[in-house]
């Protein structure tokens, strides 16, 4: 975390700095797409950012980074553990654990409501022993907790333009895109984990289902039936994006380019999956870093812009225009910056 930013956001205490810090390497090494996006809010929200995004990494780190030859019953107690600790995080605003500490800090600064946490690990908590769900709706019952919670404990940290609980689902919307598109992205992975987000039905409609998943992941052969799948997959995640767009221009103008570039760079792993023929139970789809970079300065761009505006100009009412990159990303409202 640098000194800048801490001084920016207010936090004075050596001991929070340091606590904050650590959410900043947890979100560095972690979650590239969203750590370069980050940097363009304004120094003073970053912490927060990083607070919230690197309890939910090592929340997750429990869940997976801990590896198969951490048994169920490990990880159980150490995201029993995790919750103690929590719960008396929030309780009394501060922790011995850096991770709780920042992350307490932040819902005290922003008045961040303590359900989305409670709901956050009941999902981290399921991945222990839900291996698979039968339909889609099972499914997104699932990224309430593990997605949707992340977007609505970034609203008060974002700001918005409009009323919060108008912004609301688009923001629960967004973080559920996110997730879509890694469980697509990762499917391979997630197999080696023991577990399929692509919903048994959605699979079966295809002819696939989990056994043809695994053969595939075994022996590197390609299956149009599982391709079909991920087709599908990738539409309903798209049509998720949409239900999140509109929400980009309710947010405060000097936060907008952060989120948009997010929205551009993860809706580009979309196409990156596309491109690659649809090959994600073999290998991982990357935005090119050409792509990335190119994102990246026109959300700087973004950024300067709303920074003059924010002296005074008078805001443009909000319009719907393509987003100028290639590929086929939903649409997004221009005043974005």
């Not at 090494?29 to 970053?46: I, K, N, S």
């Not at 609505?152 to 689902?169: C, F, I, N």
Request: with cysteine; hydrophobic share 45%.
């Amino acid at each position: 975390m640098t000194a800048r930013e801490l001084d920016a956001a207010g936090v004075t205490d050596p001991v929070l700095r340091e606590a904050y810090d650590r959410c900043r390497r947890l979100n560095a090494r972690h979650g590239r797409t969203y750590f370069l996006a980050t940097r363009l809010l304004p120094a003073g929200r970053r912490p927060a950012v990083h607070a919230l995004y690197g309890f939910a990494r090592w929340a997750d780190d429990i869940v997976d980074a801990l590896g198969t030859g951490a048994s169920a019953a490990r990880r159980d107690a150490e995201l029993s553990a995790l919750q103690r600790e929590l719960d008396r995080g929030l309780r009394d605003g501060d922790s011995g654990e850096p991770v709780v500490r920042a992350l307490a800090d932040t819902a005290r600064r922003y008045g961040i409501d303590h359900g989305h946490f409670a709901d956050f690990m009941a999902a981290m908590r399921s991945d222990l022993v839900v291996t698979d769900y039968a339909c889609y709706a099972d499914l997104r019952r699932y990224t309430h907790g593990s997605a949707a919670v992340i977007g609505l404990q970034m609203l008060p940290v974002l700001g918005t333009v409009v009323p919060r609980d108008e912004a609301a689902p688009h923001a629960a919307a967004l973080g559920v895109a996110f997730q879509l598109t890694n469980f697509l992205r990762d499917v391979g992975e997630d197999l080696d984990r023991g577990r399929v987000y692509l919903p048994a039905d959605l699979l079966a409609a295809h002819g696939a289902d989990r056994a043809l998943l695994q053969w595939s992941r075994d022996t590197g052969r390609r299956d149009r039936r599982i391709t079909a799948a991920l087709k599908e997959f990738e539409a309903l995640t798209r049509a998720v994006y949409r239900d999140a767009a509109p929400g980009l221009a309710m947010l405060d103008p000097v936060s907008r380019p952060c989120i948009r570039t997010a929205f551009v760079l993860y809706g580009g792993i979309l196409d990156a999956v596309a491109r690659g023929g649809y090959a994600a139970v073999h290998r991982r789809a990357a935005v090119p870093r050409r792509r990335r970079a190119a994102v990246a300065a026109d959300g700087l761009a973004r950024v300067v812009a709303a920074r003059l505006r924010a002296r005074g100009a008078a805001r443009r009412p909000a319009a719907l225009v393509s987003v100028p990159c290639d590929g086929p990303y939903p649409p997004v409202p221009e005043e974005v910056a």
